[in-house]
């Protein structure tokens, strides 16, 4: 077994980890990057060709400097690489004035000083037409700097950049423990043993397998793909039905996007009775019944032109946190530990940023923004 020394070594290089590799990378610290699958993979969270993007978040009003963070970042590595890891088309906050949606998002962009739009009823059915015909009282806040992201290409070019920026890059190696030792940690994997000051543990929905007791439950979550009836009159392409969260008049939350280059429409309901899973036994298969009855049934209601059988749907996992925000920083303030996860299924608009953020903690510089709210003791 070889013993490979460096200063700092991620585990797990899906959304948050390749960014934090890249990031400290680019600061020319010597790091290497582990992930037990390749990278890009489809076996975790960050895949399924694309992820909605908004800067004014409903989430915390804290977020909006991470995700205009990611933003600045992605748009430098796409001005580098000729492809684009977002695309602004705007994204709708859908409901009744109080609504979730509607009101957190005024909250958020208020508190952070983002600008958003507010359309009436009238409003949002002419400029989307996809709304018509529902409750009166549905009104919209569109956030114009909001759209998509792209997981698996945006970590793709994450370890590029890294790998670029002299990072050591292991895909196909599983990580078997982290020791915190004296003067640093000890990562182990069958292959070789990774001596470094400090670890970086992304590892996603298997964070609390690595480190035992963290407050995170990964949540069996699939992805839902779908086709505007034939003969719809309403269209369904990304321009024209840009990204939304949406909460019905029933209360029960739908988000989604229009259909792009190499991607339907999706739609997901945001509470579809996600069962709480072991990230290495999760049930891959798609069950008509269980999992897609309850979503097709609110798809009909609230898009009559769609289809509301699925063309295409996999599944992915969510990690939620107790509080359904990240855990962002040193699990009990151990200088010789950094983490993120926690990403309770809003996370990928904002990991260019949060890597940069892990750098920063990592290397000791002061945060470009708070991140108090994200502190992964707060439950302790
Ligand atoms: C259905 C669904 C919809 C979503 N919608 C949105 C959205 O619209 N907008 C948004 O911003 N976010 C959304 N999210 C959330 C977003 O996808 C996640 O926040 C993000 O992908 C989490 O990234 P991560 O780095 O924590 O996990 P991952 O990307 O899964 O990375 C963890 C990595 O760790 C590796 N790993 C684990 N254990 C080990 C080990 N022992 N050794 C080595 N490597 C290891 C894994 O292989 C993996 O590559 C959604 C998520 C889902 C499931």
Not at 209 to 221: D, S, Y
């Amino acid at each position: 077994m070889s013993t490979i020394t460096t200063d700092v070594v991620v585990v797990g290089l899906g959304g948050f980890g390749s960014a934090a590799l890249w990031r400290l990378a680019e600061r020319g610290v010597s790091v290497a990057g582990i992930d037990r699958f390749d990278i890009g993979h489809n076996l975790g969270s960050s895949h399924g060709a694309t992820r909605l993007f908004r800067v004014a978040c409903m989430e915390h009003p804290g977020l909006a400097a991470v995700a205009r963070r990611s933003l600045d970042l992605w748009t430098g590595l796409g001005e580098r690489y000729g492809e684009s890891y977002v695309e602004q088309t705007g994204c709708l906050s859908v409901g009744s004035p109080a609504s979730l949606p509607v009101r957190g998002t005024t909250a958020a962009a208020e508190a952070a000083g983002v600008e958003v739009y507010h359309l009436s009823h009238d409003e949002l059915v002419r400029r989307y037409p996809q709304y018509a015909g529902l409750d009166e009282q549905t009104v919209a806040v569109l956030d114009p700097e909001g759209g998509l992201c792209f997981p698996e290409r945006n970590v793709r070019a994450q370890v590029r950049a890294a790998a670029e920026a002299g990072a050591q890059v292991y895909p196909g190696t599983r990580v078997t423990s982290v020791e915190l030792v004296d003067g640093g940690v000890r990562v182990t994997t069958p292959t070789a043993v990774f001596e470094a000051a400090q670890a970086v543990v992304t590892a996603g929905a298997w964070n609390a397998k690595l480190l035992p007791g963290l407050p995170l439950r990964p949540r069996r979550t699939p992805l839902y793909w779908f086709a505007p009836k034939e003969g719809a009159s309403q269209p369904f392409d990304l321009a024209a039905f840009p990204s939304f969260i949406y909460e019905l008049a029933d209360g029960r939350g739908l988000w989604g996007h229009g259909s792009g280059d190499g991607f339907h429409i999706k739609i997901g309901l945001s509470d579809h009775g996600h069962d709480d899973t072991d990230p290495d036994e999760l049930d891959r298969y798609i069950h008509p019944r269980r999992d897609v009855d309850r979503l097709a049934e609110a798809v009909a209601a609230a898009f009559p032109q769609v289809d509301p059988v699925p063309v295409k749907a996999i599944p992915c996992m969510i990690t939620n946190s107790p509080d359904e925000q990240f855990l962002v920083g040193r699990p009990g303030g151990d200088p010789r530990l950094v983490m993120a996860g926690g990403d309770s299924g809003h996370g990928f608009k904002h990991v260019a940023g949060v890597g940069e953020l892990l750098a920063q903690i990592a290397v000791g510089e002061e945060t470009y923004s708070d991140v108090g709210f994200m502190d992964p003791d707060r439950f302790a």
